[in-house]
């Protein structure tokens, strides 16, 4: 099979979607009896400041990309030490699909042992694909919190977590948070807008 499937469309946005996770064994979040919107407030800025404080993770999880006319599902494992990442992608019956490392200065895919760059993963997807996707946000969705540098819309549950979060023109929608040994994070998340989705389940968080 040729490089040129291997970076074709869903594939890419696929692998380069994922460039922050972090994270914790999954378990539903209890939100608890009604509180204060005031309450909700605080609780969230202790959430953020705590969440700041989390550079390195490793995580494994499931992810599904459905976009017109096209859709998969892979499994997925996340290494991150501080700028620096490194993604692996595996296909049905622990088929490797392509993998992807990357810190400030650039990032690369590769698969069917072809590399590819780019300086950052906006423009690398957009050279293959045409496609313009906020990659980099991903880094603080994923987490839980909004991308620094643009205005959002956030909804918070009891605890203070994020139940949605709008930004860009793109929606983010909580459906569960993990508890791990210092920090309750995402567990399964949906980042959609219009008919494009991407789906998240972790599997495994370690922080």
């Known amino acids: 099979m040729g490089v040129d499937k291997y970076f074709s469309g869903l ?15 999954s378990r539903t979040v209890d939100s608890g009896s009604q ?7 605080q609780r969230w800025q202790r959430h953020q400041e705590r969440l700041g404080q989390i550079k ?13 006319g096209q859709s998969g599902t892979m499994s ?28 400030r200065q650039g990032v690369s895919v590769t698969a069917s042992d072809e590399t590819r760059y780019g300086p950052s993963p906006e423009m690398l ?26 205005n959002a819309l956030i909804q918070l549950n009891n605890l203070g977590y994020p139940e949605k979060i709008e930004q860009q023109g793109w929606m983010v929608v909580y459906q569960k948070y993990g508890l791990g040994s210092s ?11 219009g008919n494009v989705q991407l789906s998240l389940v972790i599997n495994n968080w370690q922080l």
């Open 76 to 103: 997925l494992d996340w290494r991150q030490r501080g700028d620096e990442y490194m993604l692996f992608l595996d296909g049905p019956l622990g088929v490797s699909v392509a993998s992807v490392s990357g810190n």
């Open 183 to 193: 920090q309750r994070l995402p567990a399964q998340l949906i980042v959609s807008r």
């Open 11 to 25: 594939r890419i946005l696929l692998v380069l979607s994922f460039l922050i996770l972090s994270g914790c064994a």
């Open 125 to 150: 997807l957009y050279s293959l694909t045409g496609w313009q996707f906020p990659v980099s946000n991903l880094r603080y969705w994923i987490r839980g919190l909004p991308a620094p540098g643009s």
């Open 56 to 68: 390195s993770w490793e995580m494994t999880g499931r992810l599904n990309m459905r976009v017109p």
């Open 35 to 41: 509180v204060s919107d005031e309450e909700k407030e």
